[in-house]
């Protein structure tokens, strides 16, 4: 079992810069693949980034990309997303995820941080 937790929302404007971080409990963090997600009022959850088990890949949705940087340490059990030159249409409620590397879904979420971005 992975308990997630997500920390590093606030409210700030756009342009500036947030990071957020995931703690993972468990000891095989680093057989997980982790991705962001997030959900802004009235609106479906969305990916917004994804990297391997090892670090060595990463994803991202066009929306973000070029702003946002995912990265981990799986020496802290933690993984980080990045985001800079914030944008309003990013506000959202922000959520991290693990997906066993051989499972097809993500199994586990954090509770999600809120992200809020004025203009």
């Known amino acids: 079992q992975v308990q997630l937790v997500e920390s590093g929302g606030g409210l700030l404007q756009a342009g500036g810069s947030l990071r957020l971080s995931c703690a993972a409990s468990g000891r095989t963090f680093s057989s997980y693949y982790m991705g962001w997600f997030r959900q802004a009022p009235g609106k479906e959850r969305e990916f917004v980034a994804a990297?391997?088990?090892?670090?060595?890949?990463?994803y991202y949705a066009d929306s973000v990309k070029g702003r946002f940087t995912v990265a981990r340490d799986n020496g802290k059990n933690t993984v980080y997303l990045q985001m800079n030159s914030l944008k309003p249409e990013d506000t959202a409620v922000y959520y991290c995820?693990?997906?066993?590397?051989?499972?097809?879904?993500?199994?586990?979420w954090g509770q999600g941080t809120q992200v809020t971005v004025s203009s």
């Open positions: 995820a693990a997906r066993y590397r051989t499972s097809t879904g993500y199994e586990h």
């Open positions: 990297i391997s088990w090892s670090g060595g890949t990463t």
